[in-house]
């Protein structure tokens, strides 16, 4: 559905697409809210450790079952506008920053309820927006203040960040060995740069398979693809790998006109037949002449090219996909060829294996022992396809957290201690604002708070009373206590180990504070002819 935002005035309109429904001024904003707040409402239960899973059923009735707040809200057929809005944050989000999607959308929610309370007393919603500016500021700076500086390759603590972002997932039972294998792979793909790291999480290659348990997930120094070796005449297993990756195919390519080949008896035939299987001859006498031992092909190979293949003892795997060329590339230092012509030893890629294991009823080549293990590989298993689905997703997050604690190595607790902490502090300093600001700031504080708020409800502890003893204990300078959801009390969050990275809680403020001034700002829904996306 389009949906777009102009200028009237100095407040945005929203334009709907035909159909949509025109509100104007107090409604609209009343309508916008309430919309992104049922959208909040739908996420709230799945927070924290002892939030609940969603079952989403799709129209052919395939089934989901999650607690990612961006798969929920991926999933789900949203229409109105400013609930896109929403949906829209917790795809940032999960971009940006990987996790957090859940908390973004709960606070943009909360940030909305505020308001619209404020908006009843006849606060004008631009007051709210700027005070929530303000707020936003100020508790990005709290954050700052709170967070500790770790080093960019402390395992211990990235392996405790990896399983907080896997306590509040089906995953918590074998978060260990899933946190163990999933900081090994991010720093082995991590490269330093001066002082800092650099990560392409792309180097980290997921591959899942229904079958076998969770704790069956490993990590392939290489690369695995989930595909077979092409004849049965080859060899199954080769040491000391030398590779060729070839982006084009060893076919006979079939002329782009039709043309017409006149064969008026056998003879011409055969000749026809023994010139197509010279050529292919040739190609496979390049790769052979290369001192290749495996081929692996993005395109094709043909049944005579196998065949030849075979006879001189080489692997062959067809059709691979170009993003693991890619990999494949850098982690064997092979150099993608794409004229046979132009392949020589020193384009070979090395490994000490290359071979074809059974993975449940599938076959797939593992190469490992890679000359540069820049990429690696995460093997998921887990009993079905549903949980493996499941597991892949929480092993995203808990790869994206590591990421950013590589990136920005400064952590803060979990718990609900930091939103706690960023909310007794923007009290005190909304005192220094201007009558209405000052409600605003103090509303955004009231916000924040939703977040151990809703932790201790969804693990069915008293909200009210576990704020208020969490709120004294934050204003003694007790700044890492938060809520043990699992153990159901108030505890050091860092004894707990219950850790989070800055940036997810940066990006969280941010995040949740642009939605909810974005659909503050909107006083004028407007049906258009078109579509205006
Ligand atoms: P999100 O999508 O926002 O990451 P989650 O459902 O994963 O949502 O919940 C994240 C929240 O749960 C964070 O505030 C985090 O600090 C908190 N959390 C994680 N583990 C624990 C725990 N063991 N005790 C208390 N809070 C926890």
Redesign the pocket.
């Known amino acids: 559905m389009g949906m777009q935002a102009t200028s009237k005035g100095n407040m945005p309109v929203v334009l709907l697409k035909e159909g949509g429904t025109e509100t104007k001024g107090r409604e609209a904003q009343k309508n916008n809210i309430a919309a992104a707040k049922i959208i909040a409402e739908i996420v709230h239960t ?4 002892r ?1 609940m899973d969603k079952m989403l059923v799709d129209s052919l009735g395939d089934v989901t079952i999650t ?4 798969t929920i809200l991926k999933e789900i057929d949203v229409q109105h506008p400013a609930a896109k809005m929403l949906v829209e944050i917790s795809k940032t989000t999960d971009n940006e920053v990987g ?6 959308v ?1 606070l943009a929610g909360a940030l909305l309820s505020q308001a619209e309370s404020l908006i009843d007393q006849d606060v004008h919603p631009t007051i709210i927006v700027d005070g929530y500016r303000k707020a936003a500021r100020k508790a990005k700076e709290y954050l700052e203040e709170i967070a500790v500086t770790i080093s960019a390759n402390d395992k211990t603590i990235l392996n405790k960040i990896a399983k ?2 896997m ?3 089906l995953v918590r039972k074998d978060s260990d060995l899933l946190a163990d294998i999933i900081v090994k792979s991010v720093l082995a793909v991590a490269e330093k740069d001066g002082e800092s790291f650099e990560v392409d999480i792309d180097d980290i290659k997921v591959e899942k398979k229904a079958g076998g348990s969770i704790r069956d997930s490993t990590i392939i120094q290489g690369i695995v693809l989930d595909k077979e070796i092409v004849h049965g005449g080859m060899p199954r297993k080769i040491t000391d790998a030398k590779i060729a990756l070839i982006n084009t195919a060893l076919e006979i390519s079939k002329t782009e006109t039709d043309a017409k080949i006149n064969i008026s008896n056998p003879q011409q035939l055969k000749s026809f037949l023994d010139e197509e299987n010279r050529m292919l001859k040739t190609m496979v006498d390049k790769v052979i002449g290369s001192g290749a031992n495996v081929v692996l092909c993005q395109k094709g190979l043909d049944d005579m090219a196998q065949h030849y293949l075979a006879k001189a003892g080489i692997i062959a795997v067809r059709r691979i996909k170009e993003s693991d060329l890619t990999k494949l590339a850098k982690a064997t230092g092979a150099r993608i060829v794409t004229n046979l012509d132009d392949l020589f030893e020193k384009d070979l890629g090395i490994a000490e294996t290359v071979e074809e294991r059974k993975i449940e009823e599938d076959k797939w080549v593992f190469v490992e022992g890679c000359k540069h293990p820049k990429s690696v590989t995460l093997l998921l298993r887990a009993g079905s396809q549903r949980v493996v689905d499941e597991v892949e997703r929480s092993v995203h ?1 808990a790869l994206m957290v590591v990421k950013d604690v590589i990136l920005k190595p400064q952590i803060v ?4 201690a930091p ?1 706690t902490y960023a909310a007794t502090k923007i009290r005190s300093w909304a005192k220094s604002l201007e009558g209405r600001e000052q409600l605003a700031a103090e509303k955004f504080a009231d916000a924040l708070e939703e ?1 151990p708020l809703t ?1 201790s409800e969804n693990a069915g502890m008293d909200p009210i009373d576990t704020l208020t003893v969490l709120r004294s204990k934050q204003q003694k300078g007790e700044k890492w206590t ?5 153990k159901g009390k108030i505890a050091n ?1 860092k004894s ?1 180990d ?1 850790i ?1 990275p800055l940036a ?1 809680k940066l990006q ?1 403020v941010s995040a949740a504070a642009e939605a909810a001034c974005m659909i503050l700002r909107i006083d004028d829904v407007i049906a258009t002819q078109k579509s205006a996306g």
Not at 413 to 416: D, N, Q, T, V
Request: hydrophobic share 35%; no cysteine.
């Open positions: 799945s927070l924290g450790p939030g607690n990612d707040g961006a996790d957090g999607t859940t908390s973004a709960v907080t972002s306590q509040t997932k997050d607790a979990g718990g609900g939103e977040i932790l938060g809520i043990d959801v699992m969050m707990s219950i989070e997810v969280i």
